[in-house]
């Protein structure tokens, strides 16, 4: 399968997705500067805030000054500046907080593939299929799910004085229909762009070296995001995951 270039893809297409990511980068490293002068009560939460920030931009940034921002250490009262969070609200960090383990693994798993193919190989690639971005894809979804279990094992953790091997069990009642809802909107929509976007006007499959992969990352995470709340809400519901 033909995979494309930045110059095979329209400049202007490749300007925005540019500069997209340079907004995110920048959200994520204030974001990033941000809780580490007002750290979170759950100390998991100081790299969900940043990493989320990297697809959802503005937008992250917004929802953690709004609803997620702590006081600074030396402030007296609540240590957030939100006492009582709305229930959208309190199901959208959940919701973000399962999201960064997921765009966590689906990062590194897209970049560990074209630093050494041969993952791709170990999974079927050249020898069940062809289409490289499948042998992405299941990468992506063992990184995102290891991550994501480990994400929500160091938000419970702290929360319930119990063994360690239930809080790891409650981390995986927690956030495992979670994690798949958010990979299945990602891989919907990725599917989307590369094989009805991508390869009919251009001719080709966009690599994780292309800057409009990651455009179409940013909003496949979104998407995964919009899948995921549903699910989320249910859990908190039903008090198998912790509101936050």
């Not at 007002?38 to 939460?45: D, E, G, L, Y």
């Not at 994501?148 to 069990?169: N, W």
């Not at 990725?190 to 990352?217: E, H, K, N, S």
Request: with cysteine; net charge positive.
């Amino acid at each position: 399968m033909t995979e494309l270039t930045n110059a095979e893809v329209p400049v202007w297409l490749t300007v925005v997705a540019t500069l997209s990511l340079i907004a995110a980068v920048g959200c994520a490293v204030w974001t990033a500067v941000d809780v580490a002068r007002r750290p979170q009560r759950t100390a998991i939460m100081n790299l969900v805030w940043p990493i989320t920030a990297l697809f959802g931009s503005g937008l992250w940034v917004w929802l953690y000054r709004r609803y997620g921002r702590a006081e600074r250490p030396d402030a007296v009262g609540d240590d957030r500046a939100t006492s009582k969070h709305p229930r959208w609200a309190s199901i959208a960090i959940g919701t973000t907080h399962c999201g960064a383990g997921c765009a966590l693994g689906d990062l590194i798993a897209e970049f560990a593939i074209v630093m050494l193919p041969v993952l791709a190989v170990a999974v079927g690639w050249h020898h069940l299929y062809e289409v490289h971005l499948f042998a992405a894809w299941i990468w992506d979804l063992v990184l995102a799910f290891v991550l994501g279990i480990v994400f929500q094992y160091f938000a419970i953790a702290p929360m319930r004085d119990q063994p360690r091997r239930r809080s790891l069990r409650d981390a995986l009642k927690a956030d495992t229909f979670s994690i798949l809802a958010w990979q299945l909107g990602m891989y919907g929509t990725m599917a989307i762009i590369q094989f009805l976007v991508a390869r009919p006007l251009w001719g080709g499959m966009l690599p994780a070296t292309t800057a409009v992969f990651w455009l179409g990352m940013q909003l496949a995470m979104l998407v995964g995001f919009a899948c995921s709340y549903p699910v989320n809400a249910v859990l908190i519901q039903k008090g198998i995951k912790e509101a936050m």
